[in-house]
């Protein structure tokens, strides 16, 4: 993992920077920390606010979306029904003797990466190389110190070349594997609890939603919200009335949600209360064209990781325009795919490294039950690439689900332009026998011969009754029945349609905006030439947190009444500023203030107070610039609205080399 | 309750709009609802954003506040300490054949009140005055659907005199009533569930935090926090060093909040999720002037409801400059004057009528556990005086627990210019004999002989053992114990100190956005003269949740380019605009637009495509003008950017009087 200038990230180092300066700090550190819980100081808050107020405007503003604000508190029966409350868990082992609980998957994966650096160190051993560099290959570009405790505890044991083979096979399809499969692994494998090498009990699914109650004496149970998405799927009838009845059209949304992680770990990674910002564009399943599909397609190139290539248990990245992308249907369609360019086009406006973003596509087990298609956008950091944006195809479940469970219309009804003429397999229910036969199961049978919209099994079902047999259908909750041309009968019929009903697909880019701003820092960081102490944090204007920090020269009460008018008027511009008056060296001043990646600073000296003119340097290249007080602060508002750039102000005003020491 | 133009406000009617035009909805209405949780609309979701960001800029911007983001899962210690698990509850009556629960406050309040319109109903039948009329004059301005269902519950008794007056003085104080006191008035006034008239179980408390676990296994339990202030609080000694030692200075917050309310009516007042903005600034306790003081102190005039006034059962209101009521002591200092006065700019700013404010300050009995002061701003609807905006100084309360519970300094230690010596009473513990004495206890009697800053406690001490005496003493968890001058030596001594060591105050001004958003919905709805069904919000430009509507004259596509331009040129200027290109009249469509507060309007007629003019429309006054592309959007900027008025558009720009139509 690379900096912002190309020379090896040292991980610790911005972690130190980043507590120090505030961005962020272990939440409740006082009473001793919650792991996976983390508050946002002055700066990390600014910034965040700053990346939420870019994509409202990137994405709300700019295509009109709905945005709505829905609650957190999410009742029981609408988690049940959209499927979190029986799918959405980890699996978790425990072990019985010192109560210690692992992320399954996680362990599997750490305990079978030791072996394979052992092995690794042993052959490295045996041919004679250094064991830290073997450690470090395997690595990557870890920090230091962790590296060390790591090398520490791994056994230097050669393995079976069969073995390393099926070693690095279970890894590759780790994200596959269910409990079974995990519980197999460990046993076959024999994982044990790494710290104690005690035995450990077989996973069981725990489920990542917090627990609450509603209303007094416990009497509705219900849960934090895993994601944003289910309070915009829930107002979908009132959303499409408001946008007149048309379609398509997307609402969004930015707030909290939750996830009850097993064992969080990685910082700002992977949390348990984190913000959301999702997006679910509702498009009718027979026309997923974007009419701003055009506006992307030649003019973005992206790197794509499809699953293709990673089901042969490769990481090759294929670059190509998005529109080729679409065109060779390698993303499916335009929608989907004017999103992932929207994405990237997002995430190089923050400032994040374009060289390391990748969309790689979800493999078929790894996706979430309600998804049929997704592409992750990841970032490259120094924990390997990370899910930063999921562009998830839903397509009609959602809506049909809670449209099932409810009996609310959850749907588009369309007048056609031409009455269309439709030929469909339908079924007549017998009900005067079916009902005196199935008694209390009459309802679920019923419901299950009626629901069915699949034409082939309709097809089927003729074609039994028409060979004189009877069909085999299973009811939920009843069981296997068999049933005879006398309950039901089937027939292709012809009728006329003036209005086209259909559930829309959904296409759901969500971004996990801590996520974001973590990975974002690790590619903006980067240290001073002359000194590798003075970190900088190379934040765009529109980004970061302060845009300008004012320098009077000395604490002279001289500087105080132009520090403050100018202070004034800077935000009379809406520009957020800092003044620093302390005693300390212009240097050391602007030095605490690259490492807030304040992008600007303007240094108020004794020429000023004569003339009015002041200095504005800028964080990167540290050079400055002098012009009167006027002259500068329309520079500034230019500068920070993004509409001039640093080389321009240069050919407007001109260079000044006098007063900072930077010592 | 009156309207933005004074006339009677019709609650039914503004409800039914909120709805209809999605400011809010019922969360999870197709699941049935749960009440006291609600979503936020397009609308409702950009008047809240809209006001968040001008609450930003007013308070954090221009005060240089220190803004963070604390997670709202917090473990239970913090909430311990902090006073919440214990104190934070409401009393609740369980009917124990229904098994409905019942707020007992607010019962006592509902059945007294509806006792006492039977009463007056029952006098005015004796002098032969309308009964409806008798019960509008007791209920004001309340819709009348609501009434009239009121009227129907309310039996026509005449009470005693003395009764009436009992029940009264009752209602005045019912805050300030426990749960003893509550049972007691239950019992003595018979009140019964008012639905079937059955026995109520005596009031028990019910905390109104929402529980759950943190972790698997529930191995760590914890709260949604009950307000963003905990996590502010528990980060002050790195905020402190943030802001380089520098006192006094203010964090502030804005976040969801939680309060499970036992049975929430009222719609967006009383919910269970709420967005709060909240501003912690920390003050000296020995300097509580403010640097801006002077800046408001003549020019803002403010409506108080002092105690005094209260506790003798009044409401008259005292209206003053906050520069009076600090120097005549109603208001305790600067800083807390400070932010009232900016309180009450910040509410006018965004709309608030300045006739329906009013800053009640608590009883005595009626303050949070953690305040010593508390002032209300209280805005006037249809549902009565509600509060929005709570101003409480918090002393050391919470900075002082949190540092006891666990051991961290949450303080201030200030260099002295010059060093000062201190005489105080110290207390010298003979561990030697305290231990063998007490044992086990002996550390908490330590503590509690050691912990006393009280020094008038430590001079009476002194006295008692000068007479030969012992004294007694409470240690928590052990009794009454008495500690001879052979365990402790008590002595009045000096010091010189160069370092002063301080907790600082709090002052607290705590924003609810929600009640605020639904009060100012109140303040600024009203109906056209001509039609009573076409309403109006005038919400301020800045605050509108779309700024500008865009009108082409018909669904002619000859108007289409030339909207879509107008439209990106509107985009770029950073305003949210919408277009309305259906084929309803403009008068319709402006109606609709109306409703959703929108204050301008653009029309697009057939003379624009000859000669780039278009017309803008001004929502209250229904007057346009006509002008050129450009000079129609800068007029426009400036409007919404608050810098320009209508009147002085009207100056700039002719009148137009042509298409139109009003139907």
Request: glycine residues 8%.
């Amino acid at each position: 993992m690379t900096t912002y200038d190309g020379k090896p990230l040292d991980r610790a180092a911005l972690d130190t920077l980043l507590r120090r300066r505030m961005f962020y700090a272990q939440a409740f550190d006082i009473y001793g920390g919650v792991s996976g819980l983390y508050d946002y100081g002055p700066p990390g808050c600014a910034l965040q606010a700053n990346i939420v107020d870019t994509w409202r405007k990137h994405f709300i503003l700019e295509e009109d979306m709905l945005e709505v604000d829905c609650t957190m508190l999410t009742p029981h029966d609408v988690l049940k029904t959209s499927g979190h409350v029986d799918k959405f868990s980890d699996w978790m082992c425990k072990d019985p003797k010192t109560g210690e609980i692992f992320r399954a998957d996680h362990l599997v994966e750490e305990v079978l990466e030791a072996r394979l650096k052992g092995d690794k160190e042993a052959r490295q051993l045996e041919t004679g190389a250094p064991v830290a560099e073997a450690a470090k290959d395997a690595e990557g570009t870890e920090d230091k110190k962790k590296r060390k405790k790591k090398v520490k505890d791994i056994k230097v044991v050669k393995l079976d070349d069969a073995v390393v083979q099926e070693y690095e096979e279970t890894l590759a399809k780790i994200d596959n594997f269910d409990g079974k499969d995990l519980g197999d692994i460990i046993t076959k494998y024999e994982i044990k609890n790494p710290g104690t090498g005690g035995d450990l009990e077989l996973p069981v699914a725990f489920n990542l939603m917090f627990g609450t109650s509603i209303g007094p004496s416990s009497n509705l149970p219900g849960y934090l919200r895993p994601e944003t998405a289910q309070g915009q799927f829930l107002n979908f009838q009132k959303l499409l009335g408001f946008n007149n009845e048309k379609m398509p059209f997307a609402s969004a949304s930015i707030g909290k949600s939750f996830r009850n992680e097993i064992s969080p770990r990685q910082g700002l990674l992977r949390v348990r209360e984190f913000l959301m910002a999702e997006i679910e564009h509702f498009v009718d399943p027979e026309n997923k064209s974007h009419p701003r599909f055009p506006e992307v397609a030649d003019s973005v190139t992206l790197n794509f990781l499809p699953k293709e290539i990673q089901q042969a248990g490769k990481t090759d990245i294929i670059r190509k325009t998005i529109g080729e992308a679409v065109k060779e249907g390698m993303v499916d369609n335009e929608t989907l795919g004017y999103f992932l360019a929207r994405i990237s086009l997002f995430l190089v406006k923050i400032g994040v490294d374009e060289k390391k973003i990748r969309f790689r596509q979800h493999m078929e087990n790894e996706m979430a039950h309600y998804a049929s298609d997704c592409w992750d956008a990841e970032l490259q950091t120094s924990y390997g690439w990370i899910e930063c944006v999921g562009c998830a195809d839903r397509s009609a479940y959602d809506l049909s689900v809670h449209q099932n469970k409810t009996g609310q219309f959850l749907g588009v009804r369309e007048t056609l332009k031409e009455p269309r003429t439709i030929e469909e397999w339908e079924v007549d229910l017998n009900k005067k026998i079916l009902g005196p036969k199935f008694k209390k199961d009459a309802k679920a049978v019923e419901e299950r011969l009626a629901q069915c919209s699949n034409q082939k099994e309709r097809e089927q079902w003729a074609e039994e009754f028409k060979n004189g047999n009877s069909i085999s259908v299973i009811v939920d909750g009843v069981g296997k029945l068999d049933i005879g041309s006398d309950l039901i009968t089937v027939e292709k019929r012809k009728r006329t349609e003036s209005i086209r009903e259909y559930t829309p697909n959904v296409i759901e880019p969500s971004f996990g905006i801590g996520r974001i701003l973590y990975s974002l820092m690790e590619h903006v960081f980067w240290s001073r030439e002359e000194d590798v102490n003075r970190a900088v944090l190379s934040f765009p204007p529109t980004i970061a947190p302060t845009k300008v920090l004012l320098v009077p020269l000395s604490n002279n009460p001289a500087f105080v009444p132009l520090a403050n008018s100018i202070s004034a008027q800077i935000r009379k511009l809406g520009i957020s500023s800092r003044v620093d008056a302390s005693g300390a060296t212009i240097g050391k001043r602007y030095s605490r203030n690259d490492e807030l990646g304040t992008p600007f600073g303007i240094t108020i000296d004794f020429q000023s107070i004569k003339d009015n003119t002041i200095t504005l340097r800028e964080r990167d290249t540290t050079k400055q610039v002098r012009g009167t007080i006027d002259e500068v602060l329309q520079s500034l508002k230019r500068l920070v609205d993004g509409v001039e750039e640093w080389e321009e102000t240069m050919t407007k005003l001109p260079l000044f080399e006098g007063q900072e020491v930077e010592a």
